[in-house]
């Protein structure tokens, strides 16, 4: 049979382009893939994120200024707490009726909150505890943790019933830049100073307990617990961004169990999100500033198994279990979609499944801070005022 050279080199070129693709595929299983680019992102599917509302976050008329860190929330009265950096504050929205109040600390405690409670100092972390009705206020500028517990039923917006239902239980001092809080199995966990995690006793009687996950590397940034019943060791994941590795904890035993570096050339490792279920840690990467992406590692294996580019000044990761997909949030204003794509087998792709870029969707300059609210099937991101536009919380519904 003559063969027509326009086959021959479609043959070949079918042939090469394959072998690529599964040499790299192989290469990102040991970590050792080229540093992905930022430019050109693939858009793998259709919109993944409908922008269906935006709360101003205004109090008395007034924005709030600065920067926002991050965010979490309580699902029974469908509040939000907004940790406001920039102006020493907490700011709670409502999630159902789209308003929003400060909790805000300012030289006349009468007529603010938390005044009356201590200072707020450049709070970072925040958390709801649902289990206790407790929420958790680190703070950067002076190290402390803030434990207040909310009375039952839902306060209203207002600062008088606000200071009837908000109690202050008690003030835990870290000593220096609280940040990224966790909790687990009636513990909150803390990350804090120059390379630790703490952890609080959540029950009866709120108390710091004895024990500490030290970090030699640096202040942990990002970190992530095991919780599923399927985890053997219960281990503690932390991003310590100055050593470029991730640090691996057994947080029952408080062993170091192991350390995974990143690829050469990558750094600046801030966020961190878990599939327990799928066992993959995911990682952001900031640095190079052009090659911004997300690490998939094996929870199992500790090796890279894809390298995905993404938005560059990223500060959260939210993962939605239900469709298997991740969204990154970067300060460059926009979120990147990344989820699993399924190959048919009559493709004879070596992995029936992997991750990749779905889509990105536009949010606000320096919008770098979010959370997935599941019981709403939305995420929440936290854009700051800029020179035309007030702060706001964008409110993205999930697509199927």
């Given amino acids: 049979m003559k063969w027509d050279t326009n086959i021959l080199f479609g043959l070949g070129f079918g042939a090469g382009f394959y072998l690529g693709w599964a040499y790299a595929r192989t290469s990102s299983r040991r970590g050792s893939l080229p540093l992905a680019s930022s430019k050109g992102l693939v858009k793998r599917t259709g919109k993944c994120l409908q922008l269906v509302q935006e709360i101003p976050l205004t109090d008395t008329g007034n924005s709030f200024k600065g920067r926002f860190d991050h965010l979490s929330y309580d699902s029974e009265r469908k509040l939000i707490f907004i940790a406001c950096l920039g102006e020493h504050a907490v700011v709670v929205v409502d999630a159902f009726a789209g308003s929003a109040l400060s909790l805000q600390d300012v030289s006349s405690p009468e007529q603010t909150l938390l ?15 649902a289990a206790t009705n407790r929420l958790y206020v680190a703070n950067a500028g002076n190290g402390k943790v803030h434990v207040f517990q909310i009375c039952e039923g839902k306060p209203c917006q207002t600062w008088k019933t606000w200071r009837q239902a908000l109690n202050l239980l008690t003030i835990i001092d870290f000593g220096e830049e609280a940040d990224n809080l966790r909790y687990a199995d009636g513990q909150v966990f803390v990350g804090y100073g120059e390379g630790a995690i703490g952890v609080i006793n959540d029950g009866s009687e709120v108390s710091r307990e004895n024990i500490d996950f030290v970090c030699p590397g640096g202040h942990p940034e990002g970190f992530q617990l095991e919780m599923s019943s399927l985890a053997v060791n219960k ?42 279920v799928g066992r993959v840690l995911f990682v952001g990467v900031r640095k190079p500033a052009d090659k911004a992406c997300v690490l998939c590692y094996d929870v199992d294996s500790g090796e890279v198994v894809e390298r995905l580019p993404c938005v560059g ?34 493709l004879g792709v070596i992995e029936s499944k992997r991750y990749e870029v779905l889509s990105e969707v536009p949010t606000g300059l320096g919008a770098r801070t979010g959370i997935w609210y599941p019981e709403r099937d939305s995420l929440y991101v936290a854009a700051p005022a800029t020179s035309t536009l007030p702060s706001r919380l964008l409110v993205y519904h999930a697509m199927d």
């Fill in 115 to 129: 005044g009356r409670f201590g200072l707020l100092s450049y709070p970072q972390g925040i958390l709801f505890v």
């Fill in 235 to 276: 281990r503690i994941f932390v991003n310590v961004a100055d050593a470029n590795a991730i640090l691996v904890f057994d947080r029952t035993t408080g062993e170091t169990v192991g350390e995974w570096p990143l690829p050469q050339g990558a750094s600046d490792n801030f966020p961190m999100a878990l599939d327990e």
């Fill in 313 to 346: 000044d990223m500060d959260d990761l939210c993962f939605d279990a239900s469709r298997q997909r991740l969204y990154v949030i970067g300060g460059a204003g926009r979120i990147t979609v990344i989820g699993t794509v399924e190959y048919p087998a009559s």
